[in-house]
Nanobody, 113 residues
Framework: QVQLVESGGGLMKPGGSLRLSCAAS????????MSWSRQEPGKEREWVAR???????DYSDSVRGRFTISRDGARNTMYLQMDMLEPKDTAVYYC???????WGSGTQVTVSS
């Protein structure tokens, strides 16, 4: 059974850092493109970053230079390192396996002083 479980969200002050994790089960995430997205209340879900099956990262303009996507094949886990956080980064963050149409339940990130 395919499952994605996010963790690592929380409350952080502007300029701070958080690292999100996405633990996968039921498939080997390093064999596929994986993504992070986020959603603010009342807004559409927004793509944030992806990592290809070969490990190449790509980022939305809104997070490029501040966020880093990575994965650990041994742990079957994907990460999103978020640095220089801004209040506009406040959202629920979701990991996604596009090919399998699988989503996690999300983890809340709040950036506020």
């Amino acid at each position: 059974q395919v499952q994605l479980v996010e963790s690592g969200g929380g409350l952080m002050k502007p300029g701070g850092s958080l690292r999100l994790s996405c633990a996968a089960s039921g498939f080997t995430l390093s064999h596929y493109v994986m993504s992070w997205s986020r959603q603010e209340p009342g807004k559409e879900r927004e793509w944030v970053a992806r990592i290809s099956d070969s490990g190449l990262p790509d980022y939305s303009d809104s997070v490029r230079g501040r966020f880093t996507i990575s994965r650990d094949g041994a742990r079957n886990t994907m990460y999103l390192q978020m640095d220089m956080l801004e209040p506009k980064d406040t959202a629920v963050y979701y990991c996604n396996w596009p090919l399998g149409n699988a989503w996690g339940s999300g983890t809340q990130v709040t950036v506020s002083s």
